[in-house]
């Protein structure tokens, strides 16, 4: 290590030696094109205020050198530069510092050959005339678009050149003082930066074994120091992402444990890489007996093997539905996909798993639906149209038949409004196209209006009307909706409940578990029940427990099922207790406010 902090000392006082070198020799140019330009700026601005302020004599330039000596030996004490009037061949007519007659053509000067292309020229060159460096800018003069000759400025160097030279002389001094400076602290600075380095060292290869626990004193605030509080941050920062990708694997496992759908992957080699939870209730296993053995092994359901096989060899996409009986029957939407297994570079099989048999049940429903409503149409109608028929036949000679008939085709006619009336109304609350308007009802007042209107009907049988309710219970509800639940549920007792029978009432508050008030309302009668069998579908659209009484009686089988609907648009509950030749009781619940 000692050689190490020996190099480590050279090389730092190298590296100072070389950056002061680089600093002097970027500053030292810098500074001389800095101070040209500057320079040549200035003269550029005088030679411009010159032509300005003293045009060019008219005449011959021969005969106007006096005039150009003279002008150029003012303007050497005014602005202290060489001024030179050369005419438009190149000959020099007048020369602050020099006698013009012994001088050069100066048509081919740099600064003069810029100038006539393009405005003004300049240039830095050794002056033979003077022995000097010098600047030059030159600028042509013209008179009505006619070039009548340049105008030259020149100035010495030298005043940059002793600023360079000054410079170098501070920079030296300065390089050879920080020499020595280095060599004094360059090898405690190389013992400062070994000893860390070698703490870093043995812990990055504790962290190469994934020993991300082990942390570096982090001493100072140097770069050493933040090299070590870097390499702790690193440790801790994996010891996180460790941590984060372990939670992001469980969140993960539970997206798929929580899934609705059964997914079970397959990989190329035929065995289960993955099981959710959803696919053991569907399929029934558990994902530790499934997960990492072959998909073969799924021996209840040999149609979904015999599909993954197939998704296997031909790898194509397949989508279809299947029936499972195991663990229990289910028909279940099957979508198998090809895909490439993350990682590993092999591909395998997708499979999920989706129940669709409740959507199946709804859509027979609606197909029975679609049946039922055709069938309970086309019983009226076909009625109407043979009566009507055997009335156009002939029997309309006949006035008792004719009557008759008519009274048939009147009833039957009343039957299919209500029938349409009934389909349209449960549409309509089926889709809440009617939203219910709440107000507070007085019950016994509304049970009141009710006797009045089912009264005469009940007496027709003989049957008693009971209508009870807590004194002044009021609660909260659509008032015609109610009565239209409370009138259907009284018209089926009393159509169902034999002669000299009886249909009640009774309408009581009680609180529930959770403290809240609700109202409940019982609808008894005295008739003919219902079998156990049929209480869980009376709520059924068209479903009829006794289809002769129900045709007879006028009834469209929607009663029920429109109940059920307004009960739980009121967000309440209605139940059935019966028994066949006692009776039955509908137990209705609403809130006494609502929500």
């Not at 010159?50 to 050497?76: H, L």
């Not at 399929?283 to 053995?293: M, S, T, W």
């Not at 009640?504 to 578990?513: G, L």
């Not at 659209?541 to 002769?548: E, L, P, Q, S």
């Amino acid at each position: 290590m000692t050689k190490f902090r020996l190099k480590l000392s050279l090389l730092f006082m190298l590296l100072v030696g070389l950056s002061v070198l680089a600093a002097g020799l970027l500053s030292g140019h810098s500074y001389r094109q800095n101070h040209q330009n500057s320079l040549r700026d200035h003269m550029i601005r005088e030679v411009k205020l010159i032509d300005a302020t003293t045009p060019w004599p008219d005449g011959d330039p021969e005969a106007n050198r006096e005039e150009f000596e003279r002008r150029t030996k003012n303007f050497k004490e005014v602005a202290g530069m060489r001024v030179t009037y050369i005419a438009p061949d190149g000959t020099v007519l007048g020369d602050s510092d020099h006698d013009p007659l012994t001088m050069d053509n100066h048509l081919g000067r740099a600064e003069v050959q810029q100038a006539l292309q393009e405005g003004i020229g300049s240039s830095i060159r050794r002056s033979d005339t003077l022995g000097e460096k010098m600047m030059y800018v030159a600028m042509p003069v013209k008179k009505d678009g006619q070039l009548k000759g340049l105008i030259r400025l020149s100035m010495s160097l030298s005043d940059v050149s002793s600023g360079l030279h000054d410079m170098w002389t501070a920079l030296v001094f300065s390089l050879l003082l920080l020499f020595a400076l280095a060599a004094a602290v360059s090898y405690r600075v190389a013992l400062g930066v070994t000893r860390p380095l070698e703490r870093m060292t043995s812990a990055a290869e504790r962290m190469s074994n994934m020993d991300y626990a082990i942390r570096v004193p982090e001493g100072g605030r140097d770069e050493i120091g933040a090299l070590a509080r870097a390499l702790n941050l690193m440790a801790e920062n994996l010891q996180v992402q460790l941590e984060l990708i372990r939670r992001n694997g469980e969140r993960l496992q539970d997206v798929l444990d929580n899934m609705t759908s059964g997914v079970v992957m397959v990989g190329d080699d035929g065995r289960v890489t993955l099981y959710n939870r959803q696919a053991e209730t569907l399929l029934g296993g558990a994902a530790r007996e499934r997960v990492g053995r072959p998909f073969t092994d799924i021996k209840q359901h040999y149609e979904l093997v015999g599909l993954i096989r197939t998704g296997l060899e031909t790898r194509e996409p397949l989508y279809q539905e299947l029936q499972v009986y195991y663990p229990e029957e289910r028909l279940l939407q099957l979508s198998l996909v090809p895909m490439t297994l993350s990682g590993e570079g092999l591909p395998g099989l997708l499979v999920v798993l989706q129940d669709v048999t409740a959507i199946r049940r709804l859509e027979n429903m609606r197909s029975e639906f679609v049946a039922n409503v055709s069938h309970e149409l086309k019983t009226p109608v076909a009625a109407v149209k043979g009566f009507a028929e055997t009335l156009l036949a002939g029997a309309m000679n006949d006035p008792e038949t004719a009557r008759s008939f008519l009274t048939i085709i009147q009833e039957e006619s009343e039957r299919l409004n209500r029938l349409i009336g009934d389909i349209l109304e449960l549409s309509k609350i089926e889709s809440r196209r009617s939203p219910l308007q709440y107000s507070p009802v007085d019950f016994a007042a509304f049970l009141s209006r009710l006797n009045e209107l089912i009264g005469p009907e009940a007496a027709k049988k003989n049957i008693t009307l009971d209508l009870r309710t807590e004194e002044g219970l009021y609660l909260e509800a659509d008032e015609d909706r109610l009565g239209q639940i409370m009138l259907n549920l009284l018209q089926n007792g009393i159509n169902y409940t034999p002669e000299g029978g009886r249909v009640k009432v009774r309408a009581e508050t009680f609180e529930t578990e959770e403290g809240n008030e609700r109202v409940r309302i019982t609808v008894s009668d005295t008739g003919i029940g219902i079998p156990k069998k049929d209480i869980p579908r009376i709520f059924e659209r068209f479903y009829r427990v006794d289809k002769a009484r129900s045709r007879s009686s006028g009834g469209t089988g929607l009663g029920l099922s429109i109940v059920k609907h307004l009960v739980e648009l009121h967000h309440g509950t209605i139940r059935v207790e019966s028994t066949v030749g006692v009776g039955t009781h509908f137990l209705i619940e609403l809130p006494l406010l609502q929500p």
